[in-house]
């Protein structure tokens, strides 16, 4: 504790003695934020400016915002949810890809596949899902196995993109 104490004397001085404190300010929601989305079948923005993306990864989705602390994550199957200037927003299937935030609040966001949500046809994805199922049950070696779970878990998140 009095380590402590010790360690905040400077700063508490400094704040009592009435001298000007320099801080500075991260308007998270300010700015501007120069976005690209691709995969390799489209590109589906290039520098656009937009409000907010919602990526998920494999350390969980997150919301990114103009000035985001740089970060670089691995796409999971899942929603890419593009909120745009004019208020609206695009919602883009992906398999897996990366997203990178840097600290010009440019990102990036590769997938290695992509569709539109409202472009997918439920029953062709419980069909992706099915034939994974089946790979999944009769696989006998190791690698097998895991390719069939990978598209399992695909196969699963097309199907609730879908609904």
């Known amino acids: 504790m009095a380590a402590l104490a010790r360690s905040l004397r400077p700063a508490m001085r400094m704040l009592s003695s009435g001298r000007p404190v320099l801080t500075t300010k991260r308007g998270y929601a300010d700015g ?8 390799a079948n489209q590109v589906y923005y290039i520098g656009a400016n937009v409000k907010q993306v919602d990526v998920p990864t494999f ?3 997150f919301g990114i915002l103009p000035n985001h ?28 890809g990366t997203v990178t935030i840097n600290d010009d ?14 472009e997918l046809d439920k029953s062709a994805c419980q069909d ?9 049950a009769s696989a006998t ?21 879908a609904l």
């Open 128 to 136: 992706v899902l099915s034939k994974a199922q089946s790979q999944l």
């Open 59 to 61: 350390s969980g989705s």
């Open 105 to 118: 609040s440019s990102v990036q966001v590769l997938a290695e596949e992509a569709c539109l949500v409202q």
């Open 69 to 96: 602390v740089p970060v670089l994550a691995v796409l999971k199957p899942g929603v890419v949810t593009v909120y745009e200037q004019d208020g609206s927003k695009k919602e883009v299937f992906v398999s897996s």
């Open 32 to 39: 501007e934020m120069n976005f690209t989305f691709a995969a």
């Open 141 to 161: 070696t190791e690698v097998e196995k895991a390719e069939a779970a990978i598209a399992v878990e695909v196969g699963e998140e097309l199907v609730r993109s």
